[in-house]
C-alpha cells in the first residue's frame, strides 16, 4: 500500500527561525516520485520540489531546502530563516507508477499548517 | 498567462441539487484531475483523464460525474448521491498523466450545500 504520513499538524515559529516539516512514506515500489507543494491560505497549491527514487542528494533552492533519505522513508523539508509570507499548509505527496490502474495519481499527505510570527 | 480557472469561487447549493464546478486550462496539459479537500485532510483523487474523450474514477468518484469533451475544460458535476459535497474542491492538470509530472493546481472552489 502507498502510504504518506506528515506527523506535525501544525507548526507554529517566530520568524528568522528555522523549521523542518517532516514526511514519511511507504511503498513497495521501487521506482517513484515524492513532491511538496505549498498551500497558502488563498487556497491553490503551488509546486515545490519532485524527487525521483533514485536520486538521494538533497536540494538547496535559496531557503527552502529538502533531506531525501531512503533508508528511513523520508523526505523532510526545511525552511531556514523563515519569514511571515511562508505561513502556509504544506503537502508531501508520493507518486507511484501503476497505482490504481494508472500513473501520476498523487498519494497526499494531510498536512502540515506552519504559522510565522513576526 | 498560463494557468487553470476555476469558477466560481464559493458555491452555495441546496440539498438534493446537482451543481457544476468549472474547470479551465489553456496549459495545452493532456491530464486534468479533480480533487476534494476537507478541513485537516490532505486531497483526495475524485476523477482524472489522461485525454480528451477519457476519463476514470479516482479514490472517491461515488456521487461525482465528470466529462472531458475539450482538451482545455474538465468540469465536475456534484449530484444529489454524494453524501457529504460541503467541501473545498481543486483542480489540476499536467503535460501528460505519469508519476514523474507535477501537477498544477487552479484556485479552488469552495462549494457549501444546507
Known amino acids: 500500500a502507498q502510504k504518506v504520513t506528515q506527523a506535525q499538524t501544525e507548526i507554529s515559529v517566530v520568524e528568522k527561525e528555522d523549521v523542518t516539516l517532516d514526511c514519511v512514506y511507504e511503498?513497495?515500489?521501487?521506482?517513484?516520485?515524492l513532491f511538496w507543494y505549498k498551500q497558502p491560505p488563498s487556497g491553490e497549491l503551488v509546486f515545490l520540489i519532485r524527487r525521483n527514487s533514485f536520486d538521494e542528494q538533497n536540494e538547496i533552492s535559496g531557503r527552502y531546502s529538502w533531506n531525501f533519505q531512503k533508508s528511513t522513508s523520508s523526505f523532510n523539508f526545511t525552511i531556514t530563516a523563515s519569514q511571515v509570507v511562508d505561513s502556509a499548509v504544506y503537502f508531501c505527496a508520493l507518486s507511484v507508477p501503476d497505482y490504481g490502474g494508472s500513473q501520476g495519481n498523487l498519494i497526499f499527505g494531510k498536512g502540515t499548517k506552519l504559522s510565522v510570527k513576526p | 498567462d498560463g494557468g487553470i480557472t476555476q469558477s466560481p469561487k464559493y458555491l452555495f447549493r441546496k440539498e438534493g441539487q446537482n451543481v457544476t464546478l468549472s474547470c479551465e486550462q489553456n496549459l495545452n496539459h493532456d491530464a486534468m484531475y479533480w480533487y476534494r479537500q476537507d478541513p485537516g485532510q490532505g486531497l483526495r483523487l475524485i476523477y482524472y483523464s489522461q485525454i480528451v474523450n477519457d476519463f476514470q474514477k479516482g479514490d472517491i468518484a461515488e456521487g461525482y460525474s465528470v466529462s472531458r469533451e475539450k482538451k482545455e475544460s474538465f468540469p465536475l458535476t456534484v449530484t444529489s448521491a454524494q453524501k457529504n459535497p460541503t467541501a473545498f474542491y481543486l483542480c489540476?492538470?499536467?503535460?501528460?498523466?505519469?508519476?514523474?509530472?507535477?501537477?498544477?493546481f487552479g484556485p479552488g472552489t469552495r462549494l457549501t450545500v444546507t
Open positions: 511503498t513497495r515500489d521501487t521506482t517513484y516520485y
Open positions: 489540476a492538470s499536467s503535460i501528460v498523466s505519469g508519476p514523474s509530472y507535477e501537477q498544477y
